[in-house]
């Protein structure tokens, strides 16, 4: 009989070797309302610190706005004072952070947990909208205000207080273990300048395929979905595509305009793109399938008609109606689209020469950038060609109007439609829970936050790409 792995929850991991760290540190020490201040005043006093990554920052050592950074990396090595006298500090383009902790075993790739030291700006339109100003790092006896409280000097403070509070217990990594944080992954003058450079030391140290796990920002904390409370690991994330749709049409005088001018075109196109979405599927490899198979055998309080729904026999159909009644759940088996900026005319007596608008997508995992122009190609292709448009789908040109047709000739239905795509990125590779390794991470999270807690994987639908400026 095959056995598949949704349905069994992964046993609870606990550190053979030194147990007396799990009963002092979880079972004591992460509780106390000492330590919870602690670290609530580390994070606080991290946020006070503006670490402000703008878009348009000039280059580390010319921009006087990355000297903050010095502030910051000052903050931690007085914070954290056992992690700088036990472990390799590096730093890597002036701002990047490499923490190692050399195991004793050689023969054991390394760990790799990363984060960001940067924030986005928290412009002066919205000072008044904040209950405490974005860098106050506010601690109010539950939360820490400010920017970069959760994202991601949470995860920055949390992954140095561990391996503090594991110093202070003497303990010795078997494994070696590195932390890498960069310090432009919200803008910069060079995209993930630091990350990159980050990454290269990393690949030239260790090699490829040289470490064992990586671990990076993604879903925070555990969440409560049908009655119970899940941990969330992102195993996969979707693409990136931005499509830009231009038009371009005789001008005119609007006293004696053509049945339809270049915004009128625009429309007609917007309205069928709209009107024509991408298709949602769920492949088996897709994280939130797993998870719902998980929840639908054990969470709590799931409908019993979803649980059906998921786990019957001719499910699928069901359940991926499910999923589009929803447009959370929607993002998780379709690529999304949304219209975000569009423009055309200047002046209210003449006729606009041309319309641009530009199309966002994330990419799903069954799809690809490729896919998506595809995509474009056959929906628009039938229209170009029924009012003449001569049609530049992605550089490869089909001509629907004869030159003799000029722009200012009667029939001046006829144009341009010229489709271009930018900052392509494909859906990330899918990590595999199946691996021995997820369960690493499965089991460790039921050991610390409790064996009800269920570990689930989940899809990122949020990449964001910041265009260069
Ligand atoms: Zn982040």
């Not at 630091?194 to 395929?209: E, I, M, P, S, V």
């Not at 949602?280 to 054990?298: C, D, G, K, Y």
Request: include cysteine; charged fraction near 25%.
């Amino acid at each position: 009989m095959v056995l598949n792995r949704w349905y069994y929850q992964i046993p609870v991991m606990q550190p053979r070797k030194r147990q007396d760290i799990t009963r002092q540190n979880v079972e004591t020490l992460f509780i106390s309302k000492d330590f919870q201040d602690t670290l609530a005043h580390r994070l606080g006093g991290a946020v006070q610190i503006p670490a402000i990554a703008y878009d348009d920052m000039g280059l580390v050592g010319k921009d006087p706005r990355w000297e903050v950074f010095y502030q910051f990396s000052d903050y931690l090595t007085k914070t954290f004072p056992r992690i700088y006298e036990a472990l390799r500090v590096e730093t890597v383009s002036t701002h990047g952070l490499l923490y190692t902790w050399q195991g004793s075993a050689q023969d054991l790739k390394p760990l790799l947990f990363m984060a960001h030291s940067d924030v986005v700006p928290a412009g002066e339109s919205t000072s008044l909208q904040w209950t405490y100003p974005p860098f106050s790092g506010h601690y109010d006896g539950e939360y820490i205000w400010g920017r970069g409280s959760e994202d991601d000097k949470s995860n920055l403070i949390a992954m140095l207080t561990a391996i503090e509070s594991l110093l202070g217990c003497e303990f010795k990594p078997c494994r070696t273990l590195i932390l890498s944080i960069g310090f432009d992954e919200e803008g910069g003058a060079d995209r993930s300048y630091g990350a990159r450079c980050l990454a290269d030391t990393l690949l030239k140290r260790y090699g490829n395929d040289g470490i064992e796990l990586i671990f990076d920002e993604g879903i925070a904390g555990i969440e409560r979905r049908f009655g119970t409370d899940f941990a969330l690991p992102a195993t996969a994330e979707k693409g990136y595509v931005d499509v830009d749709v231009k038009l371009d049409v005789p001008g005119g005088h609007s006293s004696t305009p053509p049945d339809h001018t270049a915004i009128g075109f625009q429309a007609q196109i917007i309205n069928l793109i709209e009107d024509h979405p991408f298709t949602s599927q769920l492949i088996r490899q897709n994280p939130t399938l797993t998870f719902f198979r998980q929840a639908a055998v054990l969470s709590k309080s799931m409908p019993q008609e979803l649980r059906d729904a998921i786990l019957g026999k001719k499910s699928s159909e069901k359940f991926l109606e499910y999923m589009d009644r929803d447009r959370e759940r929607r993002a998780m088996v379709r690529t999304s689209t949304a219209i975000t900026m569009a423009q055309s005319g200047d002046k209210v007596n003449s006729l606009p020469e041309t319309a641009t608008f530009v199309i966002n997508h994330r990419i799903a995992l069954h799809e690809s950038a490729q896919a998506v122009k595809d995509y474009y190609i056959a929906l628009l292709r039938p229209w170009a060609k029924k009012w003449h448009f001569n049609f530049d789908a992605f550089g490869v040109m089909e001509r629907n109007r004869e030159d003799s047709q000029t722009r200012s000739n009667d029939n001046n239905d006829c144009g341009d439609l010229t489709l271009t795509a930018q900052y392509e990125l494909e859906p990330s590779p899918i990590s595999d829970t199946e691996d021995p390794r997820f369960s690493w991470l499965a089991g460790v999270i039921k050991g610390v936050f409790g064996e009800d807690v269920v570990v689930a994987p989940e899809l990122l639908t949020g990449v964001y790409i910041e265009p260069l400026h």
